[in-house]
């Protein structure tokens, strides 16, 4: 009993042992000339920059870059794992993004969308350059690799450069969805090419905008002018409202694309007691109804008695719009 | 494009999924076709098969890189309600996809010949060195019989690229097919 928990004992103590040796061996070079050394110089060269200034500084953390990567494509091609069904090694993946980072990462943004772009396509040329040098370590020349060598490799690279396409792809359609944030008020289940992650948002929040912004416009052309002026503008409402809608989308939606696809229009109607205009604000850009749709806000324009004028203009205009604008799918209502 | 990285909230799976099937029949039929005609051994056409399609069809997605941020705001959103809500707005586009798919079919057909040149000489005639030529008549002989080699290269590249293309074009309509029955 004693005797076997001391073998136990003796067994955990011998495994930590172990363990502290073959972190040693990893931390400690053996030789001067290692991977390990470049690693540690490419630390010491951080630590160095962050001391220096200005173009001493660039120069310093870039070759600390270079150490890095020079460090771990030793490490990676020593001792390769490869990558299930490929003969792509883990490593070269590594060194991949490495190479990656430092050729399309800034200081602001250390991820950018190329260098994920770029990242298989550099892993694949990565693993691909010690096929081309015949030897090893220090005695190693330029060769051909042989034919089926060379195939081998030519297929990595035909797959690897489709995936960076295909991450590409993925940038392009993230970026329509920012540039058209309409788009995701609408379902993509009719979508051969793509899957959504994130819920669809209710309305399409820039068509709000525009109405929200249009109103209190309208209410300053219509408040207190005389009515028979006010029945004039409902006339050419369409235009009246088109020309300011102009402004509006112009002013409100300037960083985005979608700003072109918005069109704005009136619809008029008698009530009993005076008129109620329909502001539209119509999304002509792609949808998955084919019909498109539309948002809509109602005011009631009605004449009431100017009380502080006695003279002839017997009444003046006053709007109310609603709060809440609706959210249609389909075509609009036909123009009067 | 973009310089900051956001959480996906949309992926292009459809479009990878479609391409990878697509890729696997033309590369077959292909493959097939450049062992049937060319007498290359069976692995080889495969490579190549597989050599040309996959690089055309990088070929292609650069193209559409390089079109795509330069349409006007209303072809693209035509290409936007395609790709996310499969429809069209406009029904002149329908015309302009027919025009489209023939220039694509001759650009994939001259880039996979172009491609099956360039892979049949770095392939076979790097490191072995040619054998000296003696007399006059063995290097016209050889020049004419590397045209008859081109022309078969051509008509080759032609045959493989019609079949796949007409296997692809017959499952889209399978697909549209089995669409418009639900």
């Known amino acids: ?336 | 494009m973009p310089e900051e990285l956001s959480l996906p909230r949309i992926l292009p799976i459809g479009a990878m999924l479609f391409e990878t099937l697509f890729l696997l029949v033309a590369i077959s039929i292909e493959g097939y076709v450049l062992h049937r005609w060319l007498k290359f051994d069976k692995k080889t056409s495969i490579f190549y098969a597989l050599a040309i399609n996959v690089f055309s069809s990088v070929f292609g997605w650069n193209i559409f890189f390089l079109v795509e941020p330069r349409l006007d705001v209303k072809l693209k959103s035509e290409l936007i309600g395609y790709i996310f809500f499969n429809n069209f707005k406009d029904p002149g586009t329908q015309s302009t996809i027919i025009f489209l798919a023939s220039l694509i079919f001759l650009g994939t057909f001259l880039i996979k010949f172009l491609l099956l040149k360039v892979l049949i000489i770095t392939l076979s005639e790097i490191g072995e060195k040619e054998e000296i030529e003696t007399s006059q008549q063995q290097k016209s002989y050889r020049i004419e019989k590397m045209q008859l080699q081109n022309t078969n290269l051509i008509t080759t590249t032609l045959i493989a690229n019609s079949m796949s293309y007409t296997a692809i074009t017959l499952i889209l309509v399978i697909r549209n097919l089995s669409i418009g029955l639900k």
Not at chain 1, 202 to 210: A, L, R, S, Y
Not at chain 1, 313 to 321: G, K, S
């Open chain 1, 1 to 336: 009993m004693n005797s076997s928990f001391f073998k136990e004992v003796i067994l955990i103590f011998k495994f930590i042992q172990d363990l502290l040796l073959g972190i040693q061996k990893l931390i400690m070079p053996l030789k001067a000339f290692s991977w390990q050394t470049l690693i540690y110089l490419s630390v010491f060269s951080w630590g160095i920059s962050y001391l220096a200034i200005g173009f001493i500084k660039d120069i310093i953390a870039f070759s600390g870059w270079l150490f890095l990567i020079a460090g771990t494509a030793w490490y990676t091609t020593d001792n390769p794992l490869r990558l299930p069904g490929t003969f792509m090694p883990v490593g070269a993946l590594i060194t991949g993004f490495l190479v990656s980072v430092f050729a399309f990462g800034h200081e602001v943004n250390v991820l950018t969308p190329k260098t994920i772009v770029f990242w298989p396509t550099i892993a694949a040329i990565i693993t691909a350059i010690p096929e081309f040098f015949a030897g090893t370590g220090t005695t190693s020349k330029a060769a051909i690799p042989k034919l089926e060598v060379r195939q081998k490799v030519i297929i990595l690279l035909a797959w690897s450069m489709l995936i960076s396409c295909w991450l590409q792809f993925y940038f392009v359609i993230d970026q329509w969805l920012k540039e058209y944030p309409s788009l995701s008020a609408q379902n993509f289940l009719r979508s051969t090419f793509v899957i959504r992650l994130e819920p669809k948002s209710k309305t399409p929040q820039n068509g709000n905008i525009i109405l929200n912004k249009m109103q209190p416009l309208i209410e300053e052309q219509i408040f207190k002018k005389p009515w028979s002026e006010v029945e004039k503008w409902l006339i050419e409402a369409n235009q009246q409202l088109g020309n300011l809608g102009k402004g509006v989308i112009y002013k409100n939606l300037e960083k985005y694309d979608e700003q072109g696809l918005w069109g704005i229009e009136a619809r008029v109607v008698n009530v009993k007691s005076g008129y109620r205009l329909d502001i539209l604000t119509i999304w002509t850009g792609p949808s998955a109804n084919t019909r498109g749709f539309y948002l809509q806000k109602s005011c009631l324009i009605q004449p009431v008695a100017a009380v502080n004028k006695p003279e002839n203009q017997n009444a003046v205009a006053e709007i109310e719009c609603d709060r809440t604008n609706k959210f249609f799918i389909g075509s609009p209502p036909p123009k009067q």
